[in-house]
């Protein structure tokens, strides 16, 4: 690790190389030729995954691949981050694609990005000369792009454990290997009585539907389990949706991404209430 | 390790199928799709979109099957490289290989090497899969031709030779 940094340091036009899924596509169709390249996936503490029951979180390397979040005990632990994981490419691109690469593409397409915003997630940032800490709100700052600086990489990922239902839906042209049109997590911490809800691909950036959620809190005790009458799940869909800002491009319209994340909204909202 | 770009003339040694394999007078952004076909005389994994969406090039890597294509070959020096030539022995088809003839799952053929990959990869994990698993574990890699029928015929064909013992 100190010797990443080093060469990291050393050569700041870097690319940080984890999975290849989002760089080698730049390289193979769109003429990109990286100065330096500084491959990270070999490195097996970025590779790890840890559960922290005392601070009850889990800390994901930054190297870790998605195939790994799907399924056994990660995705027990943290099923909006499996599902979210599940509709990743294909499976030769879950076997290859990472968390860290997620973050340092930031697309507002990539699938984790939303379960990172919904459960308040915090980067881990790793420079030779210092590290820091940023909540994921403040780490992605725009259409693939972040407040990562020069010499810096992502080591890892903590997000807190929460009791209570949580999920991931995404809209897409077909059913697998696909981008996301619209997504959606949905984190119920049944204890603080709360439901956080994030969507990607209709901003420039994740977004927290933080009015939505507060509307939802008045409307709805949502401590332990928690019922929704139909029109309480449709009004929340629709009071989400309109904090996002689509656009139309070649995948969707502003028009159908609005309506599509209304929908998943409401419907996450109604799997969470039993 | 970092990998200068300005450099074509690099030389490092990726082990695929088990032999280590000298890479000469390389440009380091190659892909491994390139690198096993262009270089090493392998043209078993193919190319079509190169952008990991159609699952031809399909290669075991450390045990997981991924997309030769989106695998930078200077980075992969570390690992452990399986290519559809390695699963034939002594000329003779593998199991799967064999199975995708008797099913006539092949038509125009340019698919069937990475399929015949990622088949080989699920059922070395799972030699009973059901039509989910095996649709789910097949989902990456794409045919023209067949309609995915008979491919799923052939996958259930080899499924149940090696439940029964028979191949590998």
């Given amino acids: 690790m100190d010797h990443l940094l080093e060469l990291l340091a050393d050569h700041d036009d870097a690319s940080v190389l984890a999975g290849g899924t989002d760089l080698m596509v730049e390289v193979n169709l769109h003429g990109r030729r990286p100065g330096t390249v500084i491959p990270v996936g070999g490195l097996e503490e970025m590779r790890e995954w840890n559960h922290r029951p005392r601070s009850n979180s889990v800390t994901i390397g930054a190297a870790l691949p998605y195939s790994d979040m799907e399924r056994g005990p990660l995705a027990e632990l943290l099923p909006a981050l499996a599902q979210a994981a599940r509709t990743v490419g294909s499976p030769q691109i879950r076997a290859a694609g990472t968390i860290g690469g997620n973050l340092g593409t930031c697309s507002p397409a990539g699938d984790i990005l939303p379960v990172l915003a919904a459960l308040d997630a915090t980067i881990h940032v790793l420079h030779r000369d210092h590290s820091r800490d940023i909540r994921f709100a403040d780490f992605m700052t725009g259409v693939k792009r972040n407040c990562l600086t020069p010499g810096e990489v992502v080591h890892s990922v903590t997000v807190p454990l929460t009791r209570g239902w949580q999920g991931y839906a995404k809209v897409g042209t077909r059913n697998a290997m696909v981008i996301s049109t619209a997504s959606a997590c949905l984190v119920h911490d049944a204890e603080e009585g709360h439901v956080a809800l994030a969507l990607g691909a209709v901003a420039p950036t994740i977004v927290r539907a933080v009015k939505a959620e507060a509307w939802l809190s008045r409307q709805v005790d949502l401590r332990g389990t928690f019922r929704v009458s139909p029109e309480t799940a449709h009004e929340f869909g629709l009071r989400a949706a309109s904090e996002t800002s689509p656009i139309t491009d070649h995948r969707s319209t502003a028009e159908y991404r609005r309506h599509a994340v209304s929908v998943l909204a409401r419907r996450l909202l109604e799997r969470s209430a039993s | ?168």
């Fill in chain 2, 1 to 168: 390790m970092s990998i200068p770009n300005d450099s074509l003339n690099e030389s490092y040694s990726l082990n695929v199928n088990g032999t280590l394999r000298e890479v000469r007078d390389a440009w380091l952004g190659e892909s491994l799709l390139y690198v096993l076909r262009e270089r090493l005389g392998l043209p078993g994994a193919k190319g079509a979109c190169e952008q990991g969406e159609c699952g031809s090039c399909t290669v075991i890597m450390d045990d997981r099957a991924v997309c030769s294509c989106l695998v930078m070959a200077a980075s992969a020096t570390e690992s452990r490289i399986l290519t559809v030539e390695s699963l034939g022995e002594n000329g003779r088809l593998s199991d799967v290989q064999q199975a995708f003839l008797d099913a006539g799952g092949v038509q125009c053929g340019f698919c069937t090497p990475g399929f015949i990959v990622a088949v080989h990869h699920l059922l070395d994990q799972n030699s009973d899969p059901d039509d989910e698993q095996i649709k789910e574990a097949l989902s990456g890699n794409i045919c023209r031709c067949t309609g995915y029928g008979r491919i799923l015929d052939a996958v259930k064909v080899a499924a149940r030779g090696r439940r029964d013992g028979v191949g590998s």
